[in-house]
């Protein structure tokens, strides 16, 4: 098989390896549609370690079945698949304890690019097929289904974290396309008033699209004092936090009324420690204050859940695609994109068809 992935920290290239194996209870997939995400940027750059050692990257795909497991049962070759960026194997007692997404260890669900090689290759392997996979439906694009392996499933699982209720007041620190569908989830929750924090021009006219009521330019004065202005001071029910610096971070606590909520998606790949500034503590820490941070959740149920989210006109996450790639040769410039990160992109895809 053929693969673009990270050699070492700072160095990607293409790379060859022997196809992969499919157990009893696996699939192989060839790409219909791909997308890289920040992540990707994260794991290639940014992040180091054993695991990240000629391994290959991506964790954004639908695909079309080219061989299952004997024990497979509800898939077959042929079927065109949305595959989760999470997909845990599905069987490590912790589950019963805890969250698929660390079924084994700390973030172990999401194997594709960490554990195992990622997506950005001509065959993929699935583990545990018919608990993480969800068939494309007919009448949905490739294209707009990879939208919500990744990005839909983390931004709506922003609003999760926040636990939103009905007219809860919002800040949605960062609207790249994770923040837009944490707009997007925390609109459809129930939310009253959505802050959402950002600049590029395209990401603010889909912030309103989906939801946003009020534009914050981190780059025109302190977030943080820019949501108290805008609350008459009492803050926010919740923050979700989708982008930034760790400044951006800290002021989510300090946005936050008595009570409220932070959940963070943002990943942290290169911080040591966090040292949030006691304004922003609500009283010494006795304010009620709640700290969430979590990786999406996946599996089957998961992607059956978000595509009828999808198929009911609820939400379109297609509408974050701006830049179409094409084929397997074009994933290094897709990438390059996440990394440059150019003021009119929100999401690149790549269609093999
Ligand atoms: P983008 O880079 O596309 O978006 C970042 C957003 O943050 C932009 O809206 C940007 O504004 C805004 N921003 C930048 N600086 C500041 C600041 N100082 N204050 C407030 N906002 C700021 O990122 P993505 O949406 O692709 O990804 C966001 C994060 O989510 C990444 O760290 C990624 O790794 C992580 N992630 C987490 C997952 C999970 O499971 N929890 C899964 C997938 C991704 P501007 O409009 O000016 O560019
Ligand atoms: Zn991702």
Partial sequence: MKGFGVISKGTVAWMEKPDPICGPFDAIARPVALA?????????????????????????????????GSEVRDFKVGDRVVIPCTSPSWCYPAIQDSYHQHE????????????????????IKIRSADMNLALLPKNMKP??????????????????LAEIKFGDSVCVMGIGPVGLMAVAGSALMGAGKIYAVGTRPDCVALAKEYGATDIISYKEGSVYE???????GNGVDAAIVAGGDLETFYMAFGVCKPGGTVANINMFAEITS????????????????????GLCP???????RLIAVVQAGRVDPGRLITH??????????ALQLMVNKPRDLIKPVISFE
Avoid at 43 to 58: D, F, K, V
Avoid at 226 to 232: C, D, L, S, V, Y
């Fill in 274 to 293: 966090f040292d949030i500034p006691i304004e922003y503590s609500g009283g010494g820490w006795l304010g009620h204050k709640t700290f969430r941070g």
């Fill in 104 to 123: 084994s260890g700390l973030l172990t669900g999401i194997n594709f690019s960490n554990y195992e090689d990622g997506t950005f290759a001509d065959r």
């Fill in 36 to 68: 890289p995400c920040t992540s990707d940027v994260h794991s290639a750059y940014e992040m180091e370690g054993p695991h990240l050692i000629n391994r290959i990257l991506g964790h954004e795909c639908v695909g079309e079945l080219i061989e299952v």
């Fill in 226 to 232: 820019q949501i108290m202005e805008a609350t008459n």
């Fill in 143 to 160: 294209e707009t289904a990879v939208m919500i392996t990744d990005m839909m499933t983390t931004g709506f699982h922003g609003a999760e």
């Fill in 324 to 333: 179409r790639l094409h084929g397997l040769e074009s994933i290094p410039d």
């Fill in 298 to 304: 996946g599996g089957r149920r998961r992607m059956e």
